[in-house]
């Protein structure tokens, strides 16, 4: 009797990297997005650590996520919105500063989606941010692989 093979399930690796140009597509100046949040000096170091919180998951959305090219770009736009409502959040409250980026992320972020965007000037517009950040958590809250 012949034995039949175990069909293997796929796993996403988030340590493969994502080429340079397939990022840079949907995120131009990723790594200048500190400095687009910035008030002060002060800000750039937790908005660099924000994009490196930010990059694994938009690796994914580019990678794995299997979205139309107009919807990856609504989830980097909204995520470079969280960056600064973040930052903003620290500037107006600088106890913040003594968390973690990760700490401060868990802590905006939630089931009902981020928080409410500076000047924002419809409700879609939240609604969408709101599923970036919803996506963004659960991407954050699942074991890796």
């Excluded at 009797?1 to 100046?29: H, Q």
């Excluded at 990856?72 to 409502?85: F, M, P, S, T, Y």
């Amino acid at each position: 009797m012949a034995k039949k093979a175990a069909a293997r399930t796929p796993r996403i690796d988030r340590a493969t990297p994502v080429p340079a140009a397939d990022l840079e597509r949907y995120c131009r100046g990723l790594n200048d997005w500190p400095r687009s949040w910035m008030g002060w000096e002060k800000d750039l170091p937790p908005g660099e650590k924000l994009v490196a919180c930010f990059r694994p998951f938009l690796e994914y959305l580019v990678t794995c996520a299997d979205l139309s090219p107009k919807t990856i770009q609504k989830h980097v736009d909204n995520l470079w919105a969280l960056g600064g409502e973040i930052i903003r959040a620290l500037n107006n409250n600088p106890p913040l500063r003594r968390k973690q980026i990760q700490q401060i992320l868990f802590d905006v972020i939630d089931d009902d989606g981020g928080p409410l965007i500076y000047g924002v000037s419809s409700e879609q517009q939240q609604r969408s941010f709101d599923t970036t950040c919803r996506k963004f958590l659960r991407f954050l809250a699942r074991p890796p692989r």
